[in-house]
């Protein structure tokens, strides 16, 4: 008993000697950067939080994936800096800032390409049309769509079996709302995952099978898989079926399935010489550090507007009034900003 | 065929039945090893142990994982162990049979059933807002003890209850109280049982990772905390956040690193079972 008594007094002690410890750390709040929210962005933060550490070692940057909504909810109660945002800022999330008045300036750092692929074996399938694949995974599709030819007469009576994003997933919002016309209305009957190498797995050990996810899954898994172009049937950006690439997602012409990534930065944090850094820095380096994680760069231009922007702490989101990313040029929102 | 046949064919059938039901366990940690080992035992090394996460799969590391697991680990054994054993002890010991006792115990079996991402709805709310603790290994370890109390509270009772009635007897006859009977007769036999049961709870709190996730915790933390209050990541958060990167490599960064985790698990159930072995040498009833 007394050995009990003796163990439990050195944990009263150790524990006392923790809440000391955490005067002196709560303290120094200038070299602190927090960062949440989405997981498509993650990569791309932790890379330049990672190359930040040489610029700047005594910042602690740290970063969370809460997901793009878990993220804004952390950010309007002022508890992150910045947030990841595999999607632009929805009017709820605006109106709830402006209850907590915060103000944020909106930062695009990178684009995302979601690829359609199917089996490595399947020798039929050239390209897809927007309007093929808005059949094939529409909601009224549900039970009905169900063999390769009911795509496009051409192609074999053969069963096809779909793999796409899970319902809780950015991926998912974005390309029902790209293929679709609409947010989250897609048929139901399809293998879903939230975990894109799930879906990779399951595509490239299925010969019927067709599934998206996004670009940098497919060219870490490229000997696995068929990449299908997409044709969106506008000749303005670019003609006929259109092969997502760093190219082509980069410069606009693989559309509507390729998405800009933002980060969001707390206005009154971007005082901050740390936060204000650290941002400068991301710009800066953001599209160097893409290619590494598989995003896709931003052209160059875009990267100096928006550091423009940041420098002149212009607030607000260029997505007013519930617009979506589909199809949109980031340097000329950019540029009608000013 | 007589009755006497069929019924030994039965027993036969039964026992095979049996049989392949213990091994089906086995086979499945067998074969879970195997796939860990095979892809993630090469790239363990001290480099791996030491270094900070990163963008590259081959330079990253545990480092800040590994002691932000240690530190929730410490605070919640801290918290959780104290308040748990005492919430055994009145329960068996003190508390009369009566509804209100009654009330208690069938809540705390109904919370051992609770699911754990509950909890950390709770620990969010509760401990990261209420009392503004944010997302620091304090909320964390304090979400962690509210999930393990009931398993420590349980198995301390049982541990009480296995003592027999003829050592308190014993003590109550020479004229002892009843907290010279608990501290010097029975908590010390009971002992094994309890540390069991505490580091058995200790081993579920270590693979959890829905309620920290809930709770806020980060997954780059390039810093080992130095404080309680301080932001923090685990294994299991750094583990599932390898598994869903598109870059092989950090696949087995994370093979290597449940390997990592394992072992913790092993070493602590390990323990446990020293502990048992050795309490009840010492012990004989």
């Known amino acids: ?118 089996n490595k074996e399947n020798d ?6 927007v309007e093929e694949l808005k059949k094939l995974w529409e909601p009224a599709a549900q039970g009905k769509i169900k063999t390769w030819n009911q795509v496009r007469a051409s192609f074999p009576n053969q069963p096809i079996n779909l793999y796409g994003a899970g319902t809780a997933s950015g991926t998912y919002d974005y390309f029902t709302e790209a293929i679709v016309g609409k947010a989250k209305s897609s048929r139901g009957d399809y293998n879903a995952s939230e975990d894109d190498n799930v879906l990779v797995k399951g595509v490239s050990s299925d010969k019927n099978a067709l599934g998206y996810f996004g670009l940098a899954y497919y060219q870490n898994n490229a000997d696995k898989l068929k990449l299908i172009p997409i044709d969106d049937k506008d000749d303005s950006n670019g003609k006929g079926p259109i092969l997502p690439t760093i190219e082509t997602v980069s410069n606009g012409t693989y559309q509507p399935l390729a998405r800009p990534e933002f980060i969001y930065v707390n206005a009154k944090s971007a005082d901050r010489p740390a936060v204000k850094s650290f941002v400068e820095f991301y710009l800066k380096n953001a599209g160097e550090l893409a290619k590494e994680v598989g995003s896709v760069a931003l052209p160059a231009e875009v990267y100096e507007l928006a550091l423009k922007k940041f420098q002149n702490k212009k607030t607000g989101t260029v997505f007013g009034s519930g617009q979506n990313t589909v199809g949109v040029n980031m340097a000329d929102l950019l540029k009608a900003e000013k | 065929m007589n009755s006497s046949q069929i019924n030994k064919i039965k027993n036969l059938g039964f026992k095979s039945f049996a049989i392949v039901c213990t091994f089906l366990g086995l086979v499945v940690l067998a074969v879970l090893l195997y796939v860990v080992f095979s892809q993630g035992l090469s790239r363990i090394d001290w480099d791996f142990i030491t270094s900070l996460p990163s963008r590259r799969a081959s330079s990253a590391g545990i480092y800040t994982a590994l002691f932000g697991m240690v530190w929730i680990l410490v605070l919640t054994v801290i918290i959780a162990f104290p308040i748990g054993m005492a919430a055994g002890i009145y329960l068996q010991e003190y508390g009369k049979k009566n509804w209100f006792t009654n009330f208690i115990e069938v809540n705390i079996a109904n919370l051992a059933g609770v699911p754990s991402i509950i909890y950390g709805i709770l620990g969010l709310e509760l ?68 540390m069991t049961g505490l580091i058995l709870a200790i081993s579920r709190a270590i693979g959890e990772t829905a309620p920290l996730i809930v709770i806020g915790a980060l997954v780059y933390v390039p810093f080992v905390p130095e404080g ?58």
């Open chain 1, 1 to 118: 008993m007394k050995k009990l008594i003796l163990m439990l007094n050195i944990l009263i002690v150790l524990a006392a000697c923790g809440g000391k410890n955490n005067k002196t750390t709560s303290g120094g709040e200038s070299g602190e950067v927090k960062i949440d929210g989405s997981s498509t962005v993650y990569p791309l933060s932790e890379a330049v939080a990672e190359e930040f550490r040489n610029e700047a070692p005594d910042v602690r940057v740290t970063v969370g994936e809460s997901g793009t909504g878990g993220g804004f909810k952390k950010f309007s109660r002022g508890e992150i800096d910045i947030n990841d945002a595999s999607r632009p800022i929805s009017s709820e999330e605006v109106e709830a800032m402006k209850q907590s008045g915060i103000d944020f300036i909106e930062l695009p750092v990178a684009y995302d390409g979601l690829a359609v692929v199917v």
């Open chain 1, 124 to 129: 039929f399938v050239d390209y897809l049309t």
């Open chain 2, 228 to 285: 309680p209050m301080d932001e923090f990541t685990v294994l299991t958060i750094q583990i599932f956040n390898w598994v869903t990167r598109p870059q092989a490599g950090f696949v087995t960064n994370a093979a290597a690193a449940i390997i990592i985790l394992l072992m913790f698990t092993f070493m602590m159930n390990g323990i446990a079972v020293l502990i048992r072995s050795r309490y009840n040498k010492k012990t004989k009833f």
């Open chain 2, 127 to 194: 401990f990261g807002r209420v009392l503004g603790l944010g997302n620091s290994i304090l909320t964390g370890a304090l979400t962690l003890s509210l999930l393990i109390l009931p398993i420590i509270i349980v198995s301390t009772r049982e541990a009480i209850k296995a003592v027999p009635k003829s050592l308190r007897e014993a003590s109550y006859g020479l004229g002892a109280t009843k907290w010279q009977t608990i501290s010097n007769v029975v908590l010390p036999s009971a002992f094994g049982g309890i």
